[in-house]
Every structure is written in C-alpha cells, then in structure tokens.
C-alpha cells in the first residue's frame, strides 16, 4: 500500500514516507526527513529536515516539528503542538548586522518523544529533553524538562501529577512529596498491572500482564 498525499501537500527531495501513511492538505515537509508506515499527517502541519518519525504516529493539524526532533512509533501529538530546538534564540548577530543562519548549531538541541507517548492539544515542547514511553502530556502544557514513563504531567510549566495506562486511562495520582508510596495498581480499563514505588512507574512481567487482563473485572 503506497502513501497517500494531498495534491497541496509540499514534499521536499530526500523524504521517506513509508506504507499506508496519509499526509494531508498543505503540509509541507523538509528535505531529508523520514516518515514510517501507517502514520497520519494533519493539513497545516509543518515538519522540518532530518527529522525522525516512527510507524503508527498521529500528527494533528497545525503541527510544528523543528530539526532535531525524534518521534518514536505509536505516538499521538495533538492539534497546535509546537516543538523548540534552540535555548537561546536570536534572529542576528549581536551587533545586529547579520542574520543568524537556520543551520543547526551547538545550540541545535534534541527532543525525543518516545513510543506510545500523547502530547495535548496546544502543547509547546522545549529542548534537551525526552517525552517517555507511553507518558500523556495535558492540553496546553509547557514541557521544560523531561517527563519520565508513564507519568501524567501538566502544566505550565508542567509537572508530573500522576501516572498513566498504556490505554491512556489514569492509573492514581502522585502522593505528597515525603510520602512512602509502593503499591500495585490495575487500570480499571484494561486491567493490565503496574508497580509504582514514589513517581517510579513500572510495567509489571507480561506472563503478570496477561494474568492481569484475565481477571474478571470488579
């Protein structure tokens, strides 16, 4: 199955779109960049060079995807997100004769959301940092430092609140700070099984999992 893009759609030279992935009005994607299979890439959206995404990934309309942005597979990044690469953004030289060239620099730093993560409508993403597995990050957020797996974090700037599911259904909130906290929690979704000891949240074994999801439900 060949990719589907919309006649407006711009596609520089150098870019990969893979299998079953639809791009739709007016995107316009840089050169350089690669795309996987079976992703969805909303009208308006804006995704610059060298950028990598994975299979499976949702990017909502009126997306903007700067250099130095990893995606990775089964990722949902909602309408209006606008991720940053550049602590310290100047449009010239000091002495305001030059402009600054877009070429990424030392101060060109990455961002990865890695897989099975959400971000929230209206979200603004910062620099050096990464977006853990299966995290959520609420609507309207600004993420200035990375948010572990799992974690719900909200905001601005955005704090960890709590933690969620791999279904996306909220697992508890954090304790107070100072609070001893090591429990075992079954979403109330889906059933599957998580260890949360403080803010850490771990995934339980699968043969754990699969005895979890055939568990009657309360």
């Not at 299998?19 to 995704?47: F, N, P």
């Not at 101060?107 to 959400?118: N, Q, S």
Request: charged content about 20%; glycine content about 10%; hydrophobic content about 40%.
């Amino acid at each position: 199955m060949s990719a589907r893009i919309h006649p407006t759609a711009i596609i520089e030279e150098g870019v990969e779109i893979g299998a079953g992935t639809s791009v739709w009005d007016h995107v316009h994607i840089r050169h350089s960049t690669r795309i996987g299979e079976q992703c969805v890439v909303g009208e308006k959206t804006y995704i610059a060079y060298n950028v990598r995404i994975g299979d499976r990934v949702k990017i909502n309309a009126f997306v903007y995807v700067c250099t130095a942005v990893t995606i990775e597979d089964g990722v949902m990044i909602s309408a209006g997100t606008i991720f940053t690469n550049d602590r310290f953004p100047r449009a010239t030289t000091p002495d305001l004769k030059q402009l600054r060239p877009s070429e990424p620099d030392e101060h060109t730093l990455p961002t990865r959301v890695r897989a099975g993560a959400t971000i929230g409508a209206g979200s603004v993403i910062g620099n050096d940092l990464v977006i853990g597995r299966f995290a959520m990050v609420g609507m309207g957020s600004l993420v200035t430092k990375s948010v572990p797996d799992f974690h719900l974090a909200i905001g601005s700037p955005a704090a960890s609140v709590g933690c969620v599911c791999r279904c996306g259904h909220l697992l508890r909130r954090f304790a107070p700070p100072g609070a001893a906290s090591v429990e075992q929690i079954a979403c109330v979704a889906c059933r599957r099984r998580y260890g949360v000891k403080g803010t850490v949240v771990t995934e339980l074994t699968a043969p754990d999992v699969d005895r979890a999801l055939a568990l009657p439900r309360a």
